[in-house]
């Protein structure tokens, strides 16, 4: 069974700056696409940002210039870098994988980030 292991959430302050991670356990094979989500209380959950096997980037616009998207699909591993958060950057983040060849994705446990004003 494979999981998606998150890492990197905490509590920063406006301004400050996080670097996410998420990889595959045991990796995966056949990945189109590595994305981030969050949601915050009340809130349905949106896409931050993604990457796909062709290295196209896409993000929302609430974060473009501040995040960025990068990883390895060869490896099953994908980072988002946070820069100048805002607090309502906070919410629970979630790492999300879809493999073709399964027809079938994959979400991570949640990683919560908190940026204080």
């Known amino acids: 069974q494979v999981q998606l292991v998150e890492s990197g959430g905490g509590l920063v302050q406006s301004g400050g700056s996080l670097r996410l991670s998420c990889a595959a356990s045991p990796s995966m094979s056949s990945i189109y696409r590595m994305a981030w989500y969050r949601q915050s209380p009340g809130k349905q959950r949106e896409l931050v940002a993604h990457?796909?096997?062709?290295?196209?980037?896409t993000y929302a616009d609430s974060v473009k210039g501040r995040f960025t998207i990068s990883g390895d699909i060869a490896k099953s591993t994908v980072y988002l870098q946070m820069n100048s958060l805002k607090p309502e950057d906070t919410a629970v983040y979630y790492c999300?994988?879809?493999?073709?060849?399964?027809?079938?994705?994959?979400w991570g446990q949640g990683t919560q980030v908190t940026v204080s004003s």
């Open positions: 990457l796909t096997n062709e290295g196209t980037t």
């Open positions: 999300n994988f879809y493999q073709w060849s399964q027809g079938r994705e994959y």
